[in-house]
């Protein structure tokens, strides 16, 4: 007996506010990513408070991070924030001495209007530090977007590349013509360059992947250093593996006139086949053995998903990780009723809304409805019901 699914994916959007954590998190795991980086936040002891609640490590693992904390005075516009701000950066400098200072501006620099970005440049000629202005604060729409803030400053920084109009065309040519029984361990293939904070092990194992399928990733942006942050240009492919990095993709491909794979995202082996497939073509590169690969991995997981299949899941909305999460889980048999996510952007998402809506078919469960800037009080009727 077929049952009939429906294929049609919808996106609704209600009024509610957003619930989620502060962006200033972020700071949380991008200070141990780029290791020579260190994070001052801007802010009032509220700030404070947060990042020694979320932020909580050891007294001797002296964390590269710290918090300006604004008084009366600095709201009221009665003391100089600049000379307050070098005396930081020159102590930070220091004790410290790395290789960039990134200033997170919180809701408090944004509502009185502090020229953060004025006073960066000229702190940055004064002390010869490199300094990076940051605006991760509450009014977005969820805290993951604090890294997607802190790459876009950051892909400002990247240095050009030094690829020819001439060389690229003729590059392109090369790895176009070459026979898929020349390939050596790499493709002769313009530069990769992947966007998104993964841990080291993690990043290891995607660019493992891409490297069995002869693609080369130049480079990662967060680097694991500031100082080898990739370079950029016209002629190099960028491909997210977050789906909280929109605006970051927007500035690779407006600023820095990249061109950007449009992927799903590298969450759960379907995910992570789906990726490779999408990039391996852009390359020349025909993908080999990810069927069998992807099988092993689900056989390696039975377990787990004998836990999970028929039990239930809905989204509130929280981190805008809820698609491709709600797509994964799916394809592990539970059963999604609703997706509410604080933001879509449809056009970066495109390629993860797709491939939730073929996971639905191939699972034969109803495509979830999704909810953009759920309200909450709805969303707990619909719960009960």
Not at 108 to 131: R, Y
Request: with cysteine; charged share 25%.
């Amino acid at each position: 007996m077929s049952v009939k699914i429906d294929e049609t994916l919808t996106v609704e959007c209600e009024t509610g506010n957003y619930h989620t954590f502060c962006p200033i998190s972020c700071v949380s795991w991008l200070y141990q990513k780029i290791e020579d980086s260190f994070f001052l936040v801007v802010g009032t002891k509220t700030c404070g408070y947060f990042l020694q609640n979320a932020l909580g490590v050891m007294i001797f693992a002296e964390p590269r991070y710290a918090m300006a904390e604004l008084e009366e005075g600095d709201i009221s516009a009665q003391l100089n924030d600049y000379e307050g701000l070098k005396k930081l950066c020159i102590r930070i400098r220091k004790d410290r001495d790395p290789s960039v200072i990134i200033w997170i501006g919180t809701c408090t620099t944004e509502i009185i209007k502090m020229d953060l970005e004025g006073m960066a440049p000229k702190l940055e000629w004064e002390i010869g530090i490199p300094i990076l202005v940051a605006r991760a604060n509450g009014l977005d729409y969820a805290f993951t977007q604090g890294e997607d803030t802190v790459l876009a400053a950051m892909a400002h920084r990247c240095p050009e590349t030094e690829f020819s109009v001439h060389e690229r065309k003729e590059t392109i040519q090369t790895f176009h013509s070459r026979k898929k029984e020349e390939l050596v361990e790499y493709a002769n293939h313009p530069s990769l360059v992947l966007f998104g904070s993964l841990p080291s092990s993690v990043a290891s194992q995607l660019n493992l992947e891409l490297k069995r399928q002869s693609v080369k990733v130049a480079g990662w942006l967060p680097a694991q250093k500031y100082i080898d942050l990739p370079s950029l240009g016209d002629g190099v492919y960028v491909c997210g593996v977050h789906p909280f990095l929109s605006r970051t993709a927007t500035t690779l491909i407006r600023r820095k006139k990249c061109k950007l794979i449009e992927a799903p995202f590298p969450i759960g082996p379907d995910g992570t086949r789906a990726w490779i497939e999408k990039i391996c073509p852009v390359f020349g590169v025909e993908p080999q053995g990810l069927e069998e690969r992807e099988e092993r991995i689900w056989e390696s997981l039975k377990d787990y998903l004998d836990l999970l299949h028929d039990k239930s899941v809905f989204f509130t909305g929280d981190n805008l990780l809820e698609v491709s999460l709600a797509r994964f889980l799916i394809r592990c048999g539970m059963i999604v009723h609703e997706i509410g996510i604080p933001y879509m952007d449809k056009r970066y998402q495109a390629a993860e809304l797709s491939l939730l809506r073929d996971t639905c078919i191939k699972m034969c469960v109803p495509i979830p409805r999704i909810v953009e800037k759920p309200d909450n009080s709805n969303q707990i009727r619909r719960i009960r019901e």
